[in-house]
């Protein structure tokens, strides 16, 4: 268990996933766990679909930082945190693995209904901090979580007349420069066209998530 975390000064509303960025699952835990990192997860799943606990739920871990969504900042007072081993964009990304999804996928199950998470606040860490952070990226597989019934997805391309008012409606931060956040939206929506241009089919994708919002 990691002695990285404190109370929640109030309910769970928000499911975000992580990439641990490290060269390995040992390292990443390792540092989860120390608690000059003041850094931590409610959960990690290793590649082969291992999954280490390191703080209760009901307690606030230390994974979201400076956070934006949906209105709501500092996102660590009601959000559970999962990192998920992978060694990120510095030291070869790389796919995840179906065994390692599949966890994924069964422990999201499990704290979505847990909390009654809505679809809209299941987010990356590139959601909430698109001026910091790329995790879990492109290459992670969000239409295999909507499709098991957590998160938002949609294959689906609407007319669009403001971007920038969409992917508010969605949950992002606007007030930040605007390439950084169309690249957060690609990563997890469009995730074959992660160039930071909200051309028109970045548009239309975004129009149409906006009209999944309830």
Same mark, same amino acid.
């Given at each position: 268990?990691?002695?990285n975390?404190?109370?929640?000064?109030?309910?769970?509303?928000?499911?975000?996933?992580?990439?641990?960025?490290?060269?390995?699952?040992?390292? #990443?835990?390792? $540092?989860l766990? %120390? *608690?000059?990192?003041?850094?931590?997860?409610h +959960?990690?799943? /290793?590649?082969?679909?291992?999954?280490?606990?390191?703080?209760?739920?009901?307690?606030?871990?230390?994974?979201?930082?400076?956070?934006?969504?949906?209105?709501?900042?500092?996102l660590?007072?009601?959000?559970?945190?999962?990192?998920?081993?992978?060694?990120?964009?510095?030291?070869?990304?790389?796919?995840?693995?179906?065994?390692?999804?599949?966890?994924?996928?069964?422990?999201?199950?499990?704290?979505?209904?847990?909390?009654s998470?809505?679809?809209?606040?299941?987010?990356?860490?590139?959601?909430? #901090?698109?001026? $910091?952070?790329? %995790? *879990?990226?492109?290459?992670?597989?969000?239409? +295999?979580?909507? /499709?098991?019934?957590?998160?938002?997805?949609?294959?689906?391309?609407?007319?669009?007349?403001?971007?920038?008012?969409?992917?508010?409606?969605?949950?992002?931060?606007?007030?930040?420069?605007?390439?950084?956040?169309?690249?957060?939206?690609?990563?997890?929506?469009?995730?074959?066209?992660?160039?930071?241009?909200?051309?028109?089919?970045?548009?239309?994708?975004?129009?149409?998530?906006?009209?999944?919002?309830?």
């Amino acid at each position: 268990m990691s002695p990285n975390f404190d109370g929640r000064p109030g309910p769970i509303d928000m499911l975000v996933l992580h990439y641990t960025g490290m060269k390995t699952a040992a390292a #990443a835990i390792e $540092r989860l766990c %120390d *608690p000059a990192a003041k850094v931590s997860a409610h +959960y990690v799943v /290793e590649e082969d679909g291992t999954i280490v606990q390191l703080v209760d739920e009901q307690k606030r871990a230390w994974h979201a930082g400076i956070s934006y969504w949906r209105g709501q900042r500092s996102l660590n007072d009601s959000s559970v945190g999962i990192e998920i081993v992978n060694p990120g964009h510095e030291w070869g990304y790389r796919a995840f693995p179906h065994e390692q999804m599949a966890a994924v996928r069964d422990l999201c199950l499990g704290i979505i209904h847990r909390h009654s998470i809505p679809a809209r606040n299941v987010v990356g860490h590139s959601d909430i #901090a698109p001026n $910091r952070k790329q %995790d *879990p990226g492109e290459l992670f597989d969000w239409r +295999y979580l909507a /499709e098991a019934g957590m998160g938002l997805w949609t294959d689906e391309f609407a007319r669009s007349t403001d971007v920038a008012a969409d992917l508010a409606a969605i949950g992002y931060d606007i007030a930040l420069p605007l390439r950084d956040v169309v690249s957060a939206f690609q990563r997890h929506f469009l995730p074959d066209t992660v160039t930071g241009e909200a051309c028109a089919r970045t548009a239309g994708r975004a129009a149409a998530l906006a009209q999944l919002i309830v």
